[in-house]
């Protein structure tokens, strides 16, 4: 006769359970951003960014791998950036071609309102190996002044 303290009891198998907590972790990372349509799931591309800010400029550098120039679009208007653009499906895909894809194909947009003073009409895009750079000149008003001290 075994005693309930010697023997163990696991309700289900230890190595189930390390199976299912891969298994859903994986899931985790399968469809980030994910939102919610009658189609069922589907994940929303979003480009990174970064923004780097020095006393001249704002500049914004965006990853677009894949994504040609004639599918992206910059705008500014009262201080709001706006890229947009579509990554798009290079082959038609059939039912049950793809097994497994971390790739979002789609519409996107990413907007960021600009806190100081800028010169719209001096802004700047360029376009290079996949890397969109919006360089948006500060205006007089939103740089650092240095004031002299006088010796007395």
Do not use: C, W
């Not at 859903?24 to 994940?43: C, N, Y």
């Not at 376009?127 to 007395?152: F, H, M, N, Q, R």
């Amino acid at each position: 006769m075994h005693s309930l303290s010697t023997r163990r009891l696991y309700p289900v198998s230890p190595l189930a359970s390390l199976l299912n907590l891969g298994r859903d972790f994986d899931r985790l990372f399968e469809t980030p951003l994910a939102s919610q349509s009658r189609e069922g799931v589907q994940a929303v591309f979003n480009p990174p960014l970064e923004i780097i800010e020095d006393a001249d400029t704002v500049s914004v550098s965006v990853e677009l791998p894949g994504i040609d120039k004639k599918d992206v679009s910059v705008s500014i208007h009262e201080g709001v950036l706006s890229i947009s653009g579509e990554r798009r499906q290079e082959r038609e895909a059939k039912e049950n071609d793809i097994i497994r894809t971390q790739r979002y194909y789609g519409r996107f947009k990413r907007t960021l309102t600009l806190t100081q003073p800028i010169l719209e009409d001096k802004v700047k895009a360029t376009y290079k190996d996949g890397l969109l750079t919006v360089t948006v000149p500060k205006a007089a008003e939103a740089k650092p002044k240095t004031i002299d001290i006088a010796t007395s």
